[in-house]
């Protein structure tokens, strides 16, 4: 029994415990859809104020938990089975998961207290930003330097570091220097908003490219000179680009304009995505049966997606229009689900691997993820584009009236997300039936 338990890698344990935050973001989700279609769902025992952040956070904590995870297990192949310092993954996984479920059930029990997007109580920053120090402090013992590095040492590194800097920035609400003067308050928590979101992409992105490294046998593009020069034109953009977060508050314009231009270089990478797609499709054809790659596959499409929207919301005149509608949660979840997770869902398929008798599964489910998120998708920024209409040019409406007419895509929306939490199922139960 003991020898079994000091054999436990952590790694693993991680993005299995990401797995789970994985389930109860759908959960939360199908929840907080009902109360969409059916308003009054479950009223008394789950407000939909409580049912957001369960949501939210449960898939901010599923991107964090299985993004460290992933991370700590090829720093570790990459040393050729070698960790130095062996037990910090468990010390980290214990403080980070006792501290992410904890914020769960401090939830349904009423306790909030911080902003949207991170709703805790302030005194759990305490111990995730011990957890997320040990790990850069993991890191870095690892890896020793950057020097002659591939990138996505360079991206590990980046998101690790500017993860934690951002992070306690958004929690400088907590000082009242802050706290009494909204316009800053909203500015730097919308800045570090958007830094966090590209904080732990370097995290991702990075995990990615090891991992098409890895598929294609030979690390030719990490070292590569686009490869770098997209890499600093990412960290520009986790640094500058969220000026379209703050277009509507009265801070200085300059702040805009730079956001403005910052976010018009993704063009760049939006127009390397079409230049590329017909390599991209080759390659795709030619790997598309091992299962991570599906997932790296689908990912890439999404950034495609997700990066057209993102561009559309930069334009100030149409991010007047978007604020606050269902737009935005398209461009979340598209941007969460589409990439994040598909990349993820490559990584643990990596990792843990799955039984050949599960193949079937995971096809099936596979495509209905995708298809089903397509749909998902599009109902919302349909919904988005009618409330924005019906802002606009019909402020006489009364709320009620304007959430009748948006229901069919609610509804729309529900089924669809159903139907994806189908296709997740299929797709998650066969990691944890796996023995590794
Ligand atoms: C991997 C799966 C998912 C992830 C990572 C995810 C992520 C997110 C995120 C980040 C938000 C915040 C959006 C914003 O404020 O802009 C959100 C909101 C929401 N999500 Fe999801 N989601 C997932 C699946 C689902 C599913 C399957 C459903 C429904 C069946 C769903 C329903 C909702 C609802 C109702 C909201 C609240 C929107 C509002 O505030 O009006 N989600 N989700």
């Known amino acids: 029994m003991e020898q079994f338990r000091s054999n436990r890698d952590y790694t693993i344990i991680f993005i299995k415990a990401g797995l789970l935050f994985l389930l109860s973001t759908l959960l939360f989700g199908l929840l907080g859809a009902l109360e969409y279609v059916i308003p009054g769902f479950l009223k008394d025992v789950f407000t939909f104020e409580k049912i957001r952040p369960l949501h939210v956070s449960s898939a901010i904590f599923w991107i964090l938990t299985c993004a460290i995870g992933g991370v700590l297990f090829y720093v570790r192949e990459e040393h050729n089975g070698i960790f130095k310092l062996p037990n910090f993954p468990k010390i980290i996984f214990f403080i980070l998961a006792i501290t992410f479920s904890s914020i769960l059930v401090s939830y349904i029990f009423g306790i ?119 890499y600093f034109l990412g960290v520009f953009n986790l640094m500058f680009n969220w000026g379209h977060h703050v277009y509507l508050l009265p801070t200085h314009a300059y702040v805009k304009h730079i956001g403005y231009l910052v976010s018009m270089t993704e063009l760049v990478l939006f127009g390397r995505i079409i230049y590329l797609w017909r390599s991209s499709l080759s390659t795709a054809k030619r790997n598309f049966h091992i299962v991570p790659f599906k997932f790296l596959f689908a990912a890439d499409v999404w950034v495609f997606l997700t990066l057209a929207l993102a561009i559309l919301m930069s334009i100030p005149v149409l991010n007047l229009y978007m604020h606050g509608t269902h737009i935005i949660v398209g461009h979340t979840m598209g941007a969460t689900i589409g990439i994040n997770t598909m990349l993820l869902l490559a990584f643990a398929y990596d990792i843990i691997g799955f039984r050949k008798n599960d193949s079937k599964k995971i096809y099936y489910g596979y495509w209905t993820i995708n298809l089903s998120l397509i749909i998902f998708w599009i109902s919302l920024i349909v919904a988005g584009v009618m409330k924005a209409y019906y802002q606009f040019n019909m402020p006489e409406m009364s709320y009620g009236v304007m959430i009748n007419q948006l229901w069919p895509w609610f509804l729309l929306f529900l089924t669809s997300g159903i139907c994806m939490i189908i296709g997740f199922v299929l797709v998650i139960f066969p990691l944890f039936k796996n023995k590794n």
Not at 195 to 216: C, E, F, H, P
């Open 112 to 230: 909030f207290g911080g902003r949207e997007y991170w709703e805790f109580d302030p005194i759990f920053t305490i111990p995730i930003s011990i957890g997320w120090g040990l790990f850069i402090y993991a890191f870095i013992t690892n890896m020793k330097t950057l020097k002659n590095q591939p990138v996505y040492i360079w991206m590990w590194f980046t998101g690790a570091v500017f993860f934690l800097f951002t992070y306690l920035e958004s929690n400088s609400w907590i000082l009242p220097q802050i706290r009494n003067n909204l316009v800053k308050d909203m500015t730097i928590q919308w800045k570090s908003y958007g830094s966090l979101v590209g904080a732990w992409n370097q995290l991702i992105y990075g995990t990615s490219i090891y991992l098409m490294d890895k598929i294609a046998g030979d690390k030719k593009y990490s070292f590569s000179k686009i490869a770098f020069a997209l």
